[in-house]
């Protein structure tokens, strides 16, 4: 039978230390901006959601004139079902898709910013202050 004994210094377990509470952070940052950008899309089939960013090029090309025949039909399928024409429907696409691109790229910026600084972070206070103004900026719209 052997055994193996593992000796960390102090700078190794406060390196690890630290490490954990970067991972901690990260996860729930990521956590809550998957929370926030559920809300987005509250209620909303995935398969759904898949189709946004075809319809919005297909709306976007039918306003311009520009539609393929394709993308006409696409967007005739959904018009009919709702009892609208097609450029209302394509208005409302572009409208909304405008909205959750600005939302999304909100959260992104939230991401990179405080990922990056929870990641620089030299020592756990930091990485709990970096967190703490993190749920402050999101709570701000």
Known sequence: MTFSLAIRTQDELAAAGIEAARDQALARVVAALDLEAKDLSAGVPLSEQLSWGR????????????????????????ADEVRCSIGELAKTILDRAEVHAALTARLT??????????????????????LAEFEAALTRR
Do not use: C, N, W
């Open 55 to 78: 319809k919005a090029a297909a709306a976007d090309a039918y306003v311009h004139g520009m539609a393929s025949d394709a993308q006409v039909r696409l967007l005739q399928i959904e």
């Open 109 to 130: 910026g939230l991401r990179r910013t405080f990922a990056k600084r929870i990641q620089e972070a030299p020592d756990a206070d930091d990485v709990q202050l970096a």
